[in-house]
């Protein structure tokens, strides 16, 4: 019976300790490694899921948006199936009432030169529910930009 108590013990231990945290943090937290995840692995349809229906997007190094986001769904699957396009995530930021979600980290793509060009970059992540209802890039766009 004391093996049956201590067994039981464990498991309730091991079943909180893996128990996902359901406040409004840990809700951003998790969204927010999501997406890291997602463009880690240049997954259009991951990165896609974690939006609302009528999340909106405002991309303020390439002058775009705002838009809503399942307009860019195509656009989404042609950049992240591109070689040369990468984000690379550092650590991020979440609010104190999880609202917010920050992540920075280098953006690469192909420049307007031909080659490929990274810069440092930050998007703001705007969480409800459990879904990104807007998202607002952060870079510098020069080296993509198309001179006029």
Known sequence: ???LIILFIIAALIL??????KSPV???TSVAQK???ACKAKSAERYLALFSDDASYVDYGM???PMKMKILANEV?????DKNFAFKIKPSFVSEDGRFATLQGDFSNMGHDGTVQTVPALVVLEIKDGKIISEADYYDGEPYLIAR
């Open 1 to 3: 019976m004391k093996k």
């Open 16 to 21: 909180a300790a893996c128990a996902q945290d």
């Open 26 to 28: 840990g809700v951003a």
């Open 35 to 37: 997406y890291a995840a």
């Open 63 to 65: 002058h775009v948006g």
């Open 77 to 81: 699957d042609s950049a992240f199936a």
